[in-house]
């Protein structure tokens, strides 16, 4: 099988300080302020109005998970049930009986006494194509085009079947602005594999919203993890292993991307994990295994110069503490911790024993499904792309009518809204008035005294308003450059770049300035030269001298004097 996680997500490229280079916005006009809130007032509607239950299927047990916030905003375990099916296959799959675990489903989520209909699944790394790939910076419009007419697919992922036999997902991660470069998340699966998978949950009486897949449901609940408990550190960098009898790879989580390396085992190893009796065959095994795990490790900290000190354990084995043993003795200096996706989250007390196992960590997946959000609005716009992931061939329908589902309820609760606030408004302004209209009466005669008095007042200012409004149209005929000193000087101190520092300007007051200062290299002078360059208002900028202060200290920078001169335009 060809390795799904092959040269999954790519180093940024790094400035001349070594930071990663910032990923560029799409150009947009900025939106309207009555706009931007409508759209996340009904953004936020949505996304707390449309519930969702994960659902994992694997072949020998199907998991549900509902979580929901409290008032202090912490997550709560809603509903959380296991279910067992009878005489499965472990070396089988779920779509080679999709009728039977539908069926399965369907009971699973009547024991469970589940009510929402929107289900979020992940599918198998296995059924899934994923690469990051680079193309030339294009709007969100010229990318849309090229996609519409397949010519983007055809050019930069080679397929070996046709692409329309793909359920296809794309985000862009990160646009290049210097390289002229943007690279593109790229998710596929076969439509008859998402197909099989929706008719399950359909036949279960779910309605698939979201179809993830599996190594990024895991990710979705560590970000959980690291927001919810983790430290600064672990948010930032964090390994994972699924060490199991389904998948196996390392995901390394740096700056919030995934860096993925699949671990390979064979067929006979995996009957190794089935039964271990033979302790020669599972020392075998954890040599191979761990020397790929530490082939990973190794290759990430070369790469990124960061230093990987623990790895959290995601497994479905029964005596994977056995394994983890074995795995920490192989790499004395890494840590091996099975991840508990409920650590941080609130458990009621009715469903304390339905999670009360040693080993939670099998959990993660249903428990990052549970996490997602159905996104109708684009709420969570600038999340990261692998948390937005939905391969659902439909998913751009069903958005449009929970679209126009969130519009008429809206639509329909601010009609009633707006009336009973017109209702309130004017019953309460009619008291007011009358109230305040009687409190007036009363002092009726004095009143009138004080409107005459103000009047009299109103009429000398009127007359004062009248001399300054002519003398102000005399001083416009007063000819004086003074404005355009103010515009020249502002665009000069807007080229000013940050490491120049300015020792005096000189005017002399029609068409040249003269600028003295000093800068840290010859390139910050350039750069100020060529920015006076690009003001409206300066013709020509150019250096008269440059020189190399007397007098400073060895250990100080080199400060290079310059002088430059401006000839302004219309001089």
């Known amino acids: 099988m060809k390795n799904p996680f092959a040269n999954l997500f790519k180093k940024k490229p790094k400035g001349d300080e070594g930071k990663p280079v910032p990923q560029v916005q799409d150009t947009k006009k900025k939106e309207g302020f009555f706009s931007k809130f409508f759209k996340n007032r009904l953004g936020k509607s949505a996304v707390q109005g449309e519930e969702i239950v994960g659902v994992e299927l694997t072949p020998t047990e199907i998991r549900l998970a509902q979580l929901s916030t409290d008032k202090s905003n912490k997550w709560v375990l809603e509903k959380f049930f296991t279910h067992k099916i009878q005489d499965s296959d472990s070396n089988s799959s779920v779509l080679d009986d999709p009728d039977k675990y539908g069926e399965q489903l369907q009971i699973a989520l009547q024991k469970s006494k589940i009510q929402t209909s929107n289900a979020a699944i992940a599918i198998p790394v296995t059924s ?3 690469r990051v790939v680079t193309a ?3 709007s969100d419009e010229e990318l849309n085009k090229a996609i519409d007419t397949d010519s983007l697919w055809e050019n930069l992922v080679q397929l070996t079947d046709n692409l329309n036999d793909y359920s ?3 985000q862009v991660i990160n646009r290049d602005s210097t390289a002229n470069t943007m690279d593109i998340l790229f998710v596929a699966s076969k439509l008859s594999d998402i197909n099989s998978y929706t ?3 359909k036949k279960g009486g779910l309605n698939a919203v979201i179809i993830d897949v599996k190594c990024f449901a895991l990710k979705s609940a560590v970000d959980q993890i ?5 430290s600064i550190e672990e948010s930032n960098l964090t390994a994972v292993l699924e060490f199991g009898l389904d998948e196996n790879y390392v995901m390394i989580l740096y700056e919030n991307n995934p860096i993925i390396t699949d671990i390979f085992i064979r067929g006979q190893d995996r009957n190794t994990l089935l039964n271990s009796d033979n302790q020669e065959d599972m020392d075998a095994l954890v040599r191979r295994y761990v020397t790929q795990v530490k082939q990973a490790i190794q290759d990430f900290e070369t790469k990124y110069e960061k230093r990987i000190r623990n790895l959290k354990v995601v497994s479905n084995l029964i005596n994977v503490d056995t394994y983890l043993e074995t795995f920490r003795k192989s790499l004395a200096n890494t840590g091996f911790d099975l991840l508990d996706p409920i650590k941080e989250i609130k458990v009621p007390a009715q469903l304390e024993e339905s999670v009360n196992y040693q080993n ?3 959990f993660s997946t249903v428990i990052g ?5 159905l996104d109708v609005f684009g709420y969570y716009k600038f999340v990261t792309a692998v948390k937005n992931i939905n391969l659902l061939p439909n998913r751009d329908s069903m958005m449009a009518q929970k679209k126009a589902k969130v519009f008429s309820n809206f639509a329909f609760k601010g009609v009633i809204g707006v009336v009973s606030l017109i209702y309130v408004l004017l019953f309460g302004l009619s008291f007011w008035q009358i109230k305040e209209l009687n409190g007036k009466l009363v002092d009726y005669d004095e009143i009138v005294q004080t409107h005459e008095l103000r009047t009299l007042e109103k009429n000398k200012l009127e007359k004062d308003v009248g001399k300054i409004l002519k003398s102000l149209k005399i001083s416009k005929s007063i000819k004086s450059n003074k404005t355009a000193s103010f515009r020249v000087l502002a665009q000069i101190a807007s080229a000013v770049p940050k490491r120049v520092r300015f020792e005096s300007v000189e005017y002399n007051g029609s068409s040249q300035i003269v600028i003295k200062g000093s800068a840290f290299s010859d390139q910050d002078i350039l750069k100020l030269i060529s920015n006076l360059n690009n003001k409206k208002l300066i013709k020509q900028a150019s250096l008269a001298t440059m020189t190399l202060p007397d007098g400073q200290s060895q250990n100080a920078p080199t400060m290079k004097g310059f002088v430059v001169a401006c000839i302004l335009e219309n001089a």
């Open 226 to 230: 690291n927001q919810l408990g983790g």
């Open 168 to 170: 296809v997902f794309h």
């Open 199 to 201: 008719s399950i949950i």
């Open 128 to 130: 899934a194509i994923i």
């Open 360 to 362: 939670r960590s099998y």
């Open 136 to 138: 030339p910076l294009m």
């Open 369 to 373: 499904l549970a996490f997602r959000k």
